[in-house]
């Protein structure tokens, strides 16, 4: 059975025919795909709980959409403390704001990339709501530059300073938190780190599986509140973790920092195959032996991959720069730097003979054990011994703060009454709690015994590859028609641009891919029929278009292949002894057309008003509407198209709010024109608003999957974008004209025919000069259209 909204939304009384049904199931569905039973419990009583904070249906709809995909980011054992710091944020701030930070969540999730790590930004959010509220909302509008530029301690301490510097003063707030002032801009270039751990994860995973051939779980901690020193890479639950970020250290680079302490903690879960025992062992002593330990396994790995020597030993190597504070070294730990390095590089000589002593015998143990870490035991408690006669013991606070940034805190290597050799992750959902789902044959199917109580949650989903048609009555008409219900689209989130903050909003559109009734495919045969005129224009347009194959040309000075005749004109003048045409040669062109069209058709209310006639017209009933001669178009271009033999498709959309743009598909690339496609072409109806932006970029997004050379997204509309949820009339136009040049980017051309006769003043902002056509006679669009398509494509 299907998951009942109506007892989680109360608040937005979301019965079956509630607009945004499909919109919420679409986003359970993909909640059903990454949470686990007790997590879509979770999921659905924070919709309850947002409801229950009366802050509008934004805030609802915004966490019904962006949970899965945070949980989906960080695992699904964040979702309980979402929930709880929105409600805690819900009473010291407005629902926009709220619904402002919720719509971020995602990309927080992403930039900071752990669990943990987002616990951190909630706390600093809710310490925020009470220093300064009123930053909040410029803050979540300009969250994707900050988490661009800042971990999580450095946003932290940006983000506190200016909630200090403008305790009583609002308006300063609101500019600092805006990154409108220069002292907002100069801190946050203050706090930026050099490398960025989010940004460089990918690149990690594939240095390590290249090395090793097996995959590693990485993670990001962020230990730099107070500081700008991060905490030191560590090993726990099978998990590399690793700072959020990295400067570079003497003159290396953060990425190699990131190489090498990937690798080297890499190596310890490789060759670490068993736990050392800390019995009896001071502090001092277990870090020497840490030491030691680092030594073998680093061997271990540089004997099967030489060329990390290199990377490992320039940490040891590396001078100070002019830039780099110069740190004056306890005499202990100038030692273990130099034995450490002695390990590392055999052919170093320190002059010292304990270190050149230690380093010769821990090198002899290791040829004969290499795989016993007992002799990383031995070294150590041995060199603390020989080392204690010359050096103090430094306080255990300096021995813990090793100054080479790669290696790790070694906590792995110990058992301290816990073995984590066998433990494992837990914050990844096991393969055995994901929902799978199937492709099956008709027989499959039909032998398999229904289980009446599964519904969307289950385990397995079942998908007849193929329609199944019944033996009994009504065979003409498929089981799936009869009985199945309309499969719910994923939903596609899309970024929009705010002109007045001139960033963009990651995420903050949601298209869902719906379906609308079926017509009589013969209404759309009946076109041809009505425009026989136009019918007969339009077939001299595809013999004209139409490719032509191999074409010779003659008359050029070079070619393919040798004009046999202008060859022998040109014998007889030069025998004449005049100037001979050099025009001899055939070029072979191939007339080929490789283009993919999406006819975007708007369909919003206003399409369904009459052409020509008022409502209390006596002919108002029989007038055609926008909407009519907008199919009769759309289906006299389609078999052009057709005829021609390029590649298009048909969709329409319409909008409800951003959580909501309805994106329709009468008629896909692959799929021919048939009685298929014009049914659902003649059941075509008009709804609600024109949120145009999402729409472009949706059709887009379908058209770069396309193999064509030339693409072509050819809008037609009846109006200028708008929706429900904006009242700033020039937010969706910069929006929509920020879509075309995104389209533009990515080899996709627009164009755009409205029949908006007041439309000059704001589509050639949107589209460009040259990039529409204004239909000042409504009734004249069947014949525009074709045209209009011959002019882009000929």
Known sequence: ?????SEYL???KADADHPHTQALEASYHEAARVMSPRGLEHYLTGIKAMCGLNKGADLVLTYVQEMPRVAKEVGEDIIPEVVSALMKLASHTSGTVVALIMSSMPLAASRLGDAEVLRGYLNLLHQLSGKSPRGLRPMMENMDELLAKLTLGGLRRWALWGAQAHARDLDGQMAYFGLQTESSRAVLQKERRGTLFVDNQRKLNFYLRALW???????????DYESRQGLRPFIEDFQVHLPDAFDSFRGISGIETYRAAAAHCAAHMVYGTSAISAEQLMPAQMKLIEMFEDARIEALAIRDFPG??????????AQLGPM??????????????????????????????LIDDTAGAFRSALAERPHDNRISWDAGVTFYNQAIKTVALPNLRILENWPIPYRDDNRYVWDCGENLFLSRGVDYLPASQQQVRKYVSAMELANEVDVETAGDDAQEIWVCATEFFPFYEDAGIS??????KEPVSDPYHYQEWDY??????????????RRQGRGDPALMDEILVKYKPVASRIRRLIDALQPQGIVRRRGYEEGEELDLNAAVRAMIDVRRGTMPDPRINIRITRHVRD?????????????????????????????PSILSLTREATGLLAWAIDGIGDRFAVHGFASDGRHDVQYYRFKDFDQPYDDNAKSRMAGMKGGLSTRMGAALRHAGWHLTRQPAQKRLVLVITDGEPADIDERDPQYLRHDTKKAVEELRMQGVHSYCLTLDPQADRYVARIFGENQYSIVDHVERLPERLPAVFAALTG
């Open 1 to 5: 059975m299907s998951i009942d909204f």
């Open 10 to 12: 109360s608040c937005l």
């Open 213 to 223: 051939a097996r995959s590693f779980f990485m993670r990001p901690t962020s230990g």
């Open 308 to 317: 990390l020597k290199k990377l490992w030993l320039s940490f040891f190597t």
């Open 324 to 353: 780099d504070d110069a740190v004056d070294l306890h005499p202990m730990m100038d030692l273990m730097l130099r034995q450490a390095r002695a390990l590392l590089d055999p052919d170093y000589v320190d002059g010292l003979p």
């Open 479 to 484: 089981l799936n028609a009869l009985e199945g």
């Open 500 to 513: 007045q903050v001139q960033l963009f909003r990651p995420d903050w559109a949601t298209v869902i891919e």
């Open 595 to 623: 283009l993919a069209i999406v006819v975007l058709m708007d369909l919003s209310e206003s399409t369904n008003e009459k052409v020509g006639v008022k409502k209390d017209d006596p002919d108002y009933e029989t007038a």
